[in-house]
């Protein structure tokens, strides 16, 4: 399915937050103006409107399809995102994703707290049915780029249901944007068994089990390497802990590598070598993710991003548009629910049949 | 501390699980072999007769102290441990932890199924006060060797004062056999504020923080390499899935990394290198670790230890014993547990003298 964006010139419209991540505006704007050169986009940029402007005055743009919304201030990693919002209305991702909304953009790029995004996202364009706050994931590991984990992102203790529909998502970001036919999904856990797993899992299995879902069972930590399943489902907890966790350990091999064989390699060829490992366990950081499950496209980037992971967090946007991703999940979701309803009905007429059953028996 | 062994040899009894692994008892009697060449120990072969002196007759044993204890059959990983035990009552992992108990031995090691030494050791050793199950843990990245994570085996969805008692065991090993003074405890978490975290977490804040233990608060997944705790507490279920994703991604970072420097490196060199990313993600199992809550010294490894790692797993039991570690342990967690009970006495004090002020205030 393609989606047409709402606009006569063909270009997708990205709205970026400039302010946001570490190194904008300087870094946002060059990664826009990397964007504009190169692909089939129109890009807005939202931001402090004096150091937006300055920074864009350094490239010629005159053939571009650049423009500047003026937005006042930003939101920081250490704020509260909820309280920040309220405090800074006029803050760049706020207005960034307003764009979306007023139907003036087709998707909204940040690089800035995740957590603004989030509350920014469901503020203004909301949450699909069943779903408490946005869901985050993908194929995290460079080492293993078939392989989706959700949620990596915010969501706590998570209900089995909720499990379910991160699933969902996944499952349709796999096939439809990766290209992946039938993924097969898979619950984290510490053993194949259906009796395997905490108290989350072990309620989960037989909701999953029982869904359309291509659901293979149980895999372990060992099994993002094994291509047991494409998509795998673990509570933001987990799924948290694991991609800090990988980052933290590809900088550390990096580092040993680098002086371990520092007198065997060429300075060049070890620094390179270096890099990719930092890379193989960072894929979704370098190349920016959505906000599964909002209803309507939000992209995220790592906040020490530099121009070009913004020009992939920008590619990537223009792909999830181009593809109308957020209609095909939103369908996806609501076929599986109803598909769950009918289960849990199902279920509920056969046991009242058995009740009757057994009153009729005594 | 220092504890004497129970004989009048000076020499430390292991009873090896010499059917235990996957490569037992070739490999098995080979390391008992090697450590009664080089170690202080006597050690106990328990397993099959015929198979286990016909590995003997491969060595000139004549000068070493090493005795045959006979058993029957083995317990497989895919068994399920208690049933096994029940249809098994002369395996060999059985037999060699009764020695344990019947002071025959002063501590038992096993490659075997951990599930079974798991279940043997609380039959016949039983477990501490206030542990559901053994414990594991222990340095288990050879990239962050003075960092503790417990628990990494089958605790699942643990109360609040379960993870204490974790770190109590925890900060015992990391201060007496891993020489570090006041080692600081943390939380694995999402976020250092006290506020993150899932249910579990949560709730243990607090009893983490009111605890006579040096707890420095919440940290996350990168934190495995920045040195802000030595003891990491989390639930077996999220330290075993990460554990297990250590192990998965080291040999495909082994893997990566042969194919890339394939070009550039000699083949030596690189067979080396590779070894050692999958070492310094196996610290743990290469060395073997204890099973911490039980009332006895219990050493398990890795099932596809050969003779090398089943040598350092005795040379583990060794120091274990020698140490007095069981012992150790028993006091700090009595200890820290006495602690916890006039807190909560003083806490329900003041809220009951609260309640009355209260009262009289009307």
């Given amino acids: 399915?393609?989606?047409?964006?709402?606009?006569?010139?063909?270009?997708?419209?990205?709205?970026?937050?400039?302010?946001?991540?570490?190194?904008?505006?300087?870094?946002?704007?060059?990664?826009?103006?990397?964007?504009?050169?190169?692909?089939?986009?129109?890009?807005?940029?939202?931001?402090?409107?004096?150091?937006?402007?300055?920074?864009?005055?350094?490239?010629d743009v005159s053939n571009l399809a650049i423009t500047v919304v003026p937005s006042e201030d930003k939101i920081r990693d250490d704020e509260h995102p909820i309280r920040a919002l309220q405090t800074k209305p006029k803050a760049s991702v706020l207005v960034a994703t307003r764009l979306v909304k007023s139907g003036d953009a087709d998707v909204v790029v940040s690089m800035g707290s995740t957590g603004a995004s989030m509350a920014s996202a469901v503020l203004n364009l909301g949450l699909m049915e069943g779903l408490e706050r946005p869901?985050?994931?993908?194929?995290?590991?460079?080492?293993?780029?078939?392989?989706?984990?959700?949620?990596?992102?915010?969501?706590?203790?998570?209900?089995?249901?909720?499990?379910?529909?991160?699933?969902?998502?996944?499952?349709?970001?796999?096939r439809t944007y990766m290209g992946i036919e039938n993924p097969r999904v898979a619950l984290l856990s510490v053993g194949s068994e259906s009796t395997k797993g905490n108290k989350q899992v072990r309620e989960s299995y037989q909701l999953f089990q029982d869904s359309q879902l291509n659901f293979v069972g149980n895999v372990e930590g060992m099994d993002f390497f094994t291509e047991k399943a494409e998509v795998i489902i673990s509570d933001g907890f987990v799924g948290n802990i694991l991609i800090k966790f990988t980052e933290g350990l590809g900088a550390a091999f990096a580092a040993y590598t680098k002086k371990r064989l520092g007198s065997s390699l060429d300075e060049t060829s070890i620094s390179e070598f270096a890099a990719e490992l930092v890379?193989?366990?960072?894929?979704?950081?370098?190349?920016?993710?959505?906000?599964?499950?909002?209803?309507?496209?939000?992209?995220?980037?790592?906040?020490?991003?530099?121009?070009?992971?913004?020009?992939?967090?920008?590619?990537?946007?223009?792909?999830?548009?181009?593809l109308g991703m957020v209609d095909i999940m939103k369908e996806d979701l609501a076929s599986m629910n109803a598909q769950n309803a009918e289960n849990a009905q199902n279920a509920m007429n056969a046991a009242a049949a058995t009740a009757v059953g057994g009153d009729a028996g005594r």
């Fill in 135 to 174: 869901c985050v994931g993908g194929p995290f590991l460079g080492l293993a780029p078939n392989t989706v984990l959700m949620d990596i992102g915010a969501n706590i203790d998570c209900r089995p249901a909720l499990l379910l529909s991160f699933a969902s998502l996944g499952v349709s970001w796999a």
């Fill in 279 to 322: 890379q193989l366990t960072n894929r979704t950081r370098t190349n920016g993710g959505p906000l599964f499950g909002v209803k309507g496209p939000v992209i995220v980037g790592h906040g020490s991003s530099g121009a070009d992971e913004i020009l992939a967090a920008i590619n990537t946007s223009v792909r999830y548009v181009q």
């Fill in 1 to 59: 399915m393609q989606k047409e964006t709402n606009n006569s010139t063909g270009l997708v419209r990205v709205a970026l937050d400039a302010m946001g991540g570490d190194h904008g505006p300087v870094e946002t704007v060059k990664g826009a103006v990397l964007a504009a050169q190169s692909a089939n986009v129109a890009m807005i940029l939202v931001g402090d409107q004096g150091p937006v402007e300055q920074e864009l005055a350094k490239y």
